[in-house]
């Protein structure tokens, strides 16, 4: 007798397949960009993307140091943002 399929491996691997094409769509308007508010965005988006995907590496393996892991991209993250954006707007991070 066969064991019924594992619909959380399905969904699993449906994310993993939905993220890593938001996670080339984000690639691609970096890359072209216009301006820099638009490359901006992106990087955001692929952090928020990346951790997306190490949630889902987490939930697939069953481990949990991934989501330590995760908040932790999440506030590098955070942070690398607003710097980059204070960068960006004033021409100097530290005030």
Request: proline letters at 2%; one cysteine or more; aromatic letters at 10%.
């Amino acid at each position: 007798m066969t064991e019924a399929p594992d619909f959380l491996t399905y969904a699993v691997w449906f994310g993993f397949g939905c993220v890593s094409l938001a996670q080339v769509l984000a690639m691609v308007r970096l890359i072209i960009g216009p301006h820099s508010s638009d490359r901006i965005l992106a990087l955001d988006t692929m952090v928020i993307n990346a951790i997306g995907l190490i949630v889902l590496l987490g939930i697939a393996q069953g481990t949990e140091i991934y989501f330590e892991a995760a908040l932790i991209v999440a506030m590098l993250g955070f942070v690398s943002t607003v710097a980059y954006c204070r960068f960006i707007l004033r021409g100097d991070i530290i005030e």
